[in-house]
């Protein structure tokens, strides 16, 4: 298996533009975590699906971010109208529901001029 | 918040030390598990000890567990220049997963 992948992996845009960051989970894993990591955050849960679902979204920043799962291979992340303030390496990882250990993609990084 | 924190955040040790990282939690958990982050890349599964267990080998990787304390330790013998990365803790509770803030480990050779 490839591992989880990321698209693209690194994306940088001007402020008020759209940004769609791209996953596709390990084959089999029905669970789908997408995270922010930031030097003064450090790594923040934005939302969790389980079977396709959106299960916890409460770590979502505001109305600007939106997250979908239409199927178990695909997962979108959506910035619309991006900001400055959204720079930062952007992780997807996925689990299989049954070992505990989560698989990480290599992560987009996203600068927001 | 369940988040855990690292102790301490920045480490540096030379070559063939020893290396201790210290993880404390807040709420009860089933297991914990420590992954590794090298920079510009994802994090990677290290290894995970269960919430009955008080300690696990892993190669160079110890890990310790106390429960009572809501705390436990990576420890890293015989450092290499190649184990410089960032560590996290986490904690799975429930169905869900909990990751500390991190210690960056410098080796230096």
């Known amino acids: 298996d490839a591992g989880v992948i990321q698209s693209p992996r690194h994306e940088v845009t001007e402020m008020g533009q759209e940004v769609t960051l791209r996953c596709k989970p390990i084959s089999g894993h029905n669970s789908l975590f997408w995270y922010r990591q930031t030097m003064m955050r450090g790594l923040e849960l934005l939302i969790y699906f389980n079977n396709n679902v959106p299960i916890d979204d409460s770590g979502m920043p505001e109305d600007r971010f939106s997250a979908k799962m239409p199927n178990a291979s695909f997962s979108t992340l959506k910035i619309q109208p991006s900001e400055p303030r959204d720079s930062a390496v952007y992780f997807c990882?996925?689990?299989?529901?049954?070992?505990?250990?989560?698989?990480f993609g290599p992560g987009t990084r996203l600068t927001v001029l | 918040s369940q988040q855990g924190e690292e102790d301490p955040q920045a480490l540096s040790i030379q070559e063939g030390e020893n290396a201790t990282m210290n993880c404390s939690y807040k709420t009860s958990i089933n297991n914990l598990q420590w992954y590794r982050q090298n920079s510009g890349r994802g994090l990677v599964h290290l290894i995970l000890i269960r919430s009955n267990e008080r300690e696990k080998h892993s190669g160079r990787l110890r890990v310790t567990l106390d429960t009572s304390k809501k705390s436990s330790s990576l420890l890293i013998t015989a450092s290499r220049a190649a184990d410089t990365a960032s560590y996290f803790c986490a904690t799975f509770t429930g169905n869900q997963f909990y990751f500390g803030t991190g210690t960056s480990l410098t080796v230096i050779p």
């Open positions: 990882a996925s689990w299989d529901g049954v070992v505990n250990e989560q698989f």
